[in-house]
Structures are given as structure tokens and as C-alpha cells.
């Protein structure tokens, strides 16, 4: 077959790049690997055994708990669906699920010890930033591909992955620079930000900041506000925010942001008095469930991805029919996807020879939307371009998706999310 190894082989293997967080992303240093986690392995690259073996590393517990139901969903659905169509090398893929926690937890390191041991080609995770620099290098240096649907720290691009990073989800450079604009285009030109310690808070408030101030709007107070998110209050912080009397605020946060705006509300900056713009780490219906009715109403905030279509939806209720927030389901099913179409183009399962093909199915071929209707067309020797649930994808070199969507969405009276989304594409330069 045409494959685009011939092409591909040699750029990949020899770029150490890589990607970004869920759901979030972060900080302006490129982080060192974290040997007191576990970040060192001296595990051997994997070699192909015939069998394609899928991991998850997704939130079943932690402050990212919220977004693990749709994130395993996306990678049930993926697996369940590719079996049907008759598998990866002539063999169903093997799925073992596991746990991320988050990155006060030590819970990744463990989950990541028995995936590798259970030799997982593939190891779908983590939803964040924070997570996913404590285990990047023990999974790269195993030689397994380690496939974030959620990440967005830009530090990732250029992170010394062995080639083995790649995500589904836009770098916070593109998040950033659509929720500025549309704070700009709403007519708040002084924005406030409050956002959580970590590289996650971090990078996106960077990022906001920068589109902000660049367009001639301006931040008061003069620089982002941090708290930390383990913190039993965060009453001074909002007291900081409050007297600066910014025209909007941002809040960049996880679970504990439903207790942030309790104590905005309580100080008289509550979303009802100063606009609130949210982010990917905190927008959901969750976070209602913990405020007073109509506090969100109003609200808007941004999350990367395409929409979920009704179709798509009705796949993963059969999965999970407990679903009700989709958030990087999409991704978490195109990573298992594009990933399946790799090892097919590899002719391996081995994760180096799938990293190679992992850009070449995503751009410059043969356009297709299913994995049967991609298989088709490498059985013909075509090159293909997986567009997928998600998006376009379009990997780059490094990993990255280099052309996404971010959606606006707005809160509704009952404090959940209406229909009405403000889908927004981007592009990202490689």
C-alpha cells in the first residue's frame, strides 16, 4: 500500500515535540520532567505484538472528575466501533480503562505502571496539563504513544517527547485568542482575571491577557490574580478583584470554581453584577448544580471542539446513557481513531511505527469521515485525511492540531448551558 510512512517516517522519529491539557493547558516555562513523580522509565520501547492495546488515563476521580463520563465514552464508542469493523490487523483493539485522578493525587503514575505493564501501545490521557507532565516521560521513553484528547498547555509543542505526544485538543494560544476577542466584541475592554495556580491557569491567562492588551484593551488589576485551588477560601483574592473594578472577569478554574463565585456573589461582583467569562476547565452543567438558581444566567465561556451532532450523541448514549455533558467526547474519539487508522498504515501496532503515521492520516490525502470508509481507501493504496468528529484535525509535526474549533456557549436561567453556541474555527501555525 501507499502509506505515508515513506513519507513521514524519518520527520517524526527525529522531532521532539509534542502536545498539550483539558481540558487545559499551561505555564510559561516548558516544565523538566518530573523524576520525583516517576517522569524516568527505564521500560525498552514497545514493540508490536500484533494486537493494537488502547489505555485510558481520564478523570475517574478529582477536580476534572466532571469531564471523565464523556471522555470514556469517546473511547468506548471509538473502540466498540472499530472492532465492529473488523478491528486493527486483523485483531479487535484491547481497551483497559484507567484512572487519572488529578495532579494533587498520585494516582496517574500507578494507572500508567499497569497500563505499560499490560503493554498499551496507546495511552489515551491525561484530560490535564498538570497530569500529563508527570507522566509524559515514563510513557514516552517506553516507547507508547501517549494521545491527549484534552490538553492545551502550550508548553507540550516543543516538550522532548521522542515524537510521541500528540493531542486532539488546540494549544490555549487559539483558546485564549477567541475568548479575548469575544470578551473585545462584548465591549469589555477591562477585563479582570482570577484563575488557579498551575500551568494550566497559568498559560490560558497568559494567553487572554496577551489578545487583550494587544487589541488595546487592558487588565485591571495590571496582572492576572492566582489563588490555589486546595485553598478553604479564596475571600482575598476576590477582595483584590473587587477593588480593581474590572468591566468583565474571567475565571480560570476547575471544580473549586463554584465556590469562587459563591464568594463572588458574596462580595458584590457575582455574574449578575460584572459579566463572567468561563474556560474548558470549568464550563459544564456541573457547576450550576452548586449555585443559587440563575446566578449563571447570562454567562459565557469558551471550550474547544466542534459540536457534538445529535447522531454523534445517540452513539455515545449507548455506551454511557447517564450522559449529560459531551465535553472532548469528540476528541477523546477521534485520539482512538486516527490512532487505529495509524497502526493500519504502520502495518504495527508498535508505538513508534504509529507515531510516524499518526500526522500523515490527518492532512493531504484522500478525504474520509469513518474509520470503514479510511480503511477502505488504505486498502486501495490511497493516501488519506482523516476529518473527524472533532474537527479537522490536521496534526502537525510536533502533534499539534493545527486547525480547530472553539465554541462560545452562554448559560440559560436554570444555570445550565442553552443550545445557542457561537462556534468559532481557528488556525494555529506549526
Do not use: H, W
Request: aromatic share 6%; proline share 6%.
Amino acid at each position: 500500500m501507499t502509506m505515508r510512512s515513506k513519507r513521514f517516517t524519518g520527520a517524526a522519529l527525529c522531532v521532539a515535540a509534542s502536545l498539550t491539557l483539558a481540558a487545559c493547558g499551561g505555564g510559561d516555562e516548558t516544565p523538566e520532567p518530573d523524576t520525583a513523580t516517576g517522569g524516568e522509565s527505564s521500560a525498552p520501547a514497545a514493540e508490536g505484538d500484533g494486537t493494537l492495546t488502547v489505555g485510558s488515563l481520564l478523570p475517574q476521580t478529582g477536580n476534572l472528575a466532571f469531564l471523565g463520563p464523556p471522555e470514556f465514552a469517546g473511547v468506548e464508542l471509538a473502540v466498540q466501533e472499530v472492532n465492529e469493523a473488523g478491528g486493527v490487523l486483523e485483531q479487535p483493539i484491547t481497551y483497559i480503562e484507567g484512572d487519572s485522578g488529578d495532579a494533587q493525587q498520585d494516582v496517574a503514575n500507578p494507572t500508567v505502571d499497569r497500563l505499560l505493564a499490560a503493554d498499551a501501545d496507546v495511552i489515551v490521557g491525561a484530560a490535564s496539563s498538570g497530569v500529563s507532565f508527570t507522566v509524559i516521560d515514563k510513557i514516552t521513553q517506553a516507547g507508547a504513544i501517549q494521545y491527549s484528547p484534552a490538553n492545551t498547555s502550550p508548553d507540550f509543542t516543543d516538550y522532548e517527547d521522542n515524537g510521541l505526544y500528540f493531542r486532539t485538543a488546540p494549544s490555549d494560544v487559539l483558546q485564549g485568542r477567541i475568548l479575548g476577542e469575544t470578551m473585545l466584541a462584548d465591549g469589555c475592554t477591562e477585563v479582570g482575571i482570577l484563575a488557579l495556580q498551575d500551568p494550566y491557569g497559568e498559560g490560558l491567562a497568559s494567553n487572554i491577557s496577551e489578545t487583550v492588551t494587544g487589541a488595546g484593551g487592558a487588565l485591571t488589576p495590571e496582572a492576572a490574580i492566582f489563588y490555589d485551588p486546595a485553598a478553604s477560601n479564596f475571600d482575598a483574592q476576590v477582595n483584590e478583584l473587587r477593588s480593581a473594578n474590572p468591566g468583565c472577569v474571567v475565571l480560570i478554574g476547575f471544580e473549586e470554581s463554584a465556590r469562587v463565585i459563591q464568594s463572588m456573589v458574596a462580595a458584590g461582583i457575582g455574574p449578575q453584577e460584572v459579566p463572567l467569562y468561563l474556560v474548558d476547565g470549568n464550563l459544564g452543567n456541573a457547576l450550576g448544580e452548586d449555585l443559587p438558581a440563575g446566578v449563571l444566567e447570562g454567562t459565557r465561556g469558551s471550550l474547544p471542539g466542534a459540536e457534538a451532532t445529535p447522531e454523534f450523541r445517540e452513539r455515545l448514549l449507548t455506551v454511557d446513557p447517564e450522559l449529560t455533558d459531551y465535553s472532548y467526547a469528540a476528541e477523546s474519539y477521534d485520539a482512538v481513531i486516527t490512532s487505529a487508522l495509524a497502526a493500519v498504515a504502520a502495518e504495527s501496532d508498535a508505538g513508534e511505527a504509529v507515531a510516524a503515521e499518526l500526522p500523515g492520516v490527518t492532512r493531504d490525502g484522500e478525504k474520509c469521515m469513518t474509520f470503514e470508509e479510511c480503511i477502505a481507501l488504505l486498502e486501495e493504496g490511497e493516501d488519506i485525511d482523516y476529518d473527524g468528529i472533532s474537527g479537522p484535525i490536521e496534526l502537525s509535526e510536533a502533534g499539534d492540531p493545527t486547525s480547530a474549533v472553539v465554541g462560545i456557549y452562554t448559560y440559560g436561567p436554570d444555570n445550565t448551558l442553552t443550545a445557542e453556541v457561537d462556534y468559532q474555527p481557528g488556525e494555529l501555525e506549526e
